[in-house]
């Protein structure tokens, strides 16, 4: 990925297995809207984290690789310890830099583009991000404030498909559909996520 922020008309080069499905979702999009008469949205998540801010539902994934639900996790000592992969990146402090947008700020992204549909729009692209992007160790280290504990974290090599940075321009969905994020925050995003977290090991939740 050598484009940041990643605009919409960026060249679609996947770097992952993961990337991959999801360009191939949209090929077959564009396939049946040529063939149809069908409109799509099509929505190019970035890294989605937290959790019902009401704290009904959020991730629960077992074995989740997602860095929040990792540093989560251990700061609850559910595991004991975490793993940074590459601290020789080219970003402020060697480490990935991702863009993360909270789970209830997508929802409404989805619900603006149900509308865009329903209101008879034309099928699209949009990116939903918040066009910022924080390091594996800034998400650590906001775990660790929201949890009010350090917990174990090793550094080993870099992973095989893992861009330097990938932070979204999420111009286009603000301004053709009037999405407005509410919770572009990483300590709030944190909050929730540990929340969410904590409830797992102390009553029986709702599992998405």
Not at 76 to 83: N, P, T, V
Not at 107 to 129: I, M, P, Q, Y
Not at 179 to 202: G, M, S
Request: charge should be positive.
């Amino acid at each position: 990925m050598s484009y940041s922020p990643v605009v919409e008309t960026a060249p679609l080069r996947p770097m992952s297995p993961y990337g991959s499905s999801k360009l191939m979702s949209e090929i077959i999009l564009g396939d049946v809207s040529r063939a149809f008469p069908l409109r799509h949205v099509v929505l190019r998540y970035f890294n989605v984290a937290g959790a019902d801010p009401q704290g009904r539902v959020g991730q629960s994934t077992p074995r989740a690789t997602h860095l929040i639900k990792v540093a989560c996790e251990t700061a609850l000592r559910k595991r004991a310890g975490m793993s940074v992969f590459g601290t020789d990146y080219e970003t402020p402090d060697g480490t990935c830099l991702r863009d993360y947008i909270h789970v209830t700020d997508l929802v409404s992204a989805h619900e603006v583009a149900l509308t865009h549909l329903r209101k008879g729009g034309d099928s699209d692209v949009f990116n939903c991000g918040y066009g910022r992007g924080f390091s594996v160790l800034q998400v650590i280290d906001a775990v660790k404030r929201a949890a009010g504990k350090d917990f174990k974290v090793e550094f080993g090599p870099r992973r095989p498909g893992d861009p330097a940075r990938v932070v979204s321009c999420a111009d286009k969905i603000r301004a053709k559909l009037g999405w407005t994020p509410r919770y572009d925050d990483l300590d709030t995003i944190v909050k929730h996520a540990l929340a969410w977290e904590d409830q797992l090991t102390t009553r029986h939740v709702k599992v998405a």
